[in-house]
């Protein structure tokens, strides 16, 4: 009995631990975001598929791998049990989303670009058990005429 108590707290310990970290660091995650994504803010992005002759454009991709904890696991199972949506799982791809957005505009920066026009993004669940989701971005930089 004594042994059972022991490795429920270990458990209980562990648990609160990962919690904690994985909070952190999804938190430090989004405030990056943030920054980023207002740094950047200069450089527009579309869906446009034409472009005028008189501006020259080049290939540009990104793509991010981000994981869940074990907490959002944990809770996800819960969730997917009772049906519905899997909230936990939503900040993962939309972190995961606007990493290669933003990895996407420094891409577009190196070139000295205003604009990305043309972006398309593509998910891809990896790991076992959907532990993992990858975004990846492409898009045409448009240069400064």
Do not use: W
Request: proline fraction near 1%; aromatic fraction near 12%; hydrophobic fraction near 45%.
């Amino acid at each position: 009995m004594e042994s059972l108590i022991f490795q429920l707290l270990i458990f209980v310990v562990l648990f609160s631990v990962g919690f904690g970290f994985g909070r952190y660091n999804e938190r430090k995650h989004l405030a990056e975001l943030e920054h980023n994504e207002r740094r950047l803010a200069y450089i527009t992005v579309g869906n446009l598929r034409k472009v005028s002759f008189e501006q020259s454009g080049h290939m540009i991709s990104s793509n991010v791998v981000i994981s869940h904890d074990y907490f959002k696991y944990v809770l996800a199972t819960v969730q997917n049990f009772f049906g519905g949506r899997l909230t936990s799982y939503e900040s993962v791809v939309d972190r995961a989303r606007r990493e290669a957005v933003v990895r996407l505009k420094l891409e577009a920066e190196k070139y000295g670009a205003t604009h990305i026009a043309c972006i398309r993004l593509a998910t891809t669940e990896m790991g076992m058990q959907g532990g993992m989701v990858e975004v990846f971005a492409y898009g045409t930089a448009i240069l400064k005429p």
